[in-house]
């Protein structure tokens, strides 16, 4: 069953923290992954929403699965529950983080997908990503790829008003060594510096308290 009502109002303040003036922790959703379970990059966005979750965040996270979603198109007047969902939690949201593979030089189509939904929020009082900080995480199979990858979705949070944080993550997924057998763990330091500039900002922007 679909809806024609704009994604604010179809679920008013919807599942998580409803009433932002009691909100007591920064919310940070986490989009990306791919189709793959267990792939390089949901594994990486993983470990860094619970960087920001021991930073004192709430987490959400809309997976590969979650982000399957019908190819935009503007104009259209009927989205699935999925994408009302989505567009509710970054509605909501404090900050994000994204996380994508690197497909041929830039993002996968699934969450290039994803994102070209948030010009439905483009009404809203926060339209895009309008004052969130948005941590950006690239897995792929060389550094080259990851470097491209990383800079076309740093473009794109930018064309969406959101604000990249200063670090941005890549891992070359096929790198290991005998000292660091698992890329993703060997990128934890950076992925929790991440976190920590996602939740600062979005404490600051949204004046909930301080950051652990």
């Not at 404090?94 to 699934?110: C, E, N, Q, V, W």
């Not at 790829?145 to 959101?162: F, I, K, N, Q, W």
Request: glycine content about 10%.
């Amino acid at each position: 069953m679909t809806s024609t009502a704009s994604p604010s109002r179809a679920n008013p303040g919807a599942s998580v923290n409803p009433n932002d003036d009691v909100r007591t922790s920064p919310l940070i959703l986490g989009l990306g992954g791919t189709t793959r379970p267990g792939s390089s990059s949901e594994r990486a966005l993983r470990l860094a929403l619970g960087e920001a979750r021991a930073l004192g965040a709430t987490t959400e996270i809309l997976s590969a699965v979650d982000l399957a979603l019908p190819h935009y198109a503007p104009g259209q007047h009927e989205l699935t529950p999925q994408a009302r969902r989505m567009l509710d939690l970054i509605i909501q949201c404090d900050g994000l983080m994204i996380a994508t593979p690197g497909f041929h030089g830039g993002p996968s189509g699934l969450l290039k997908n994803a994102l070209d939904y948030t010009e439905e929020l483009r009404d809203e009082p926060r339209p895009y990503l309008e004052g969130r900080a948005v941590g950006c995480i690239v897995c792929a199979a060389g550094w080259q790829a990851t470097a491209t990858t990383l800079a076309a979705v740093r473009s794109t949070v930018h064309a969406l008003r959101g604000w990249p944080t200063p670090l941005g993550v890549t891992i070359n997924s096929s790198a290991s060594s005998d000292a660091a057998p698992d890329p993703i763990s060997a990128a934890a330091p950076q992925l929790a510096l991440l976190a920590y500039q996602v939740v600062s900002f979005a404490r600051w922007q949204a004046g909930i308290g301080s950051t652990r």
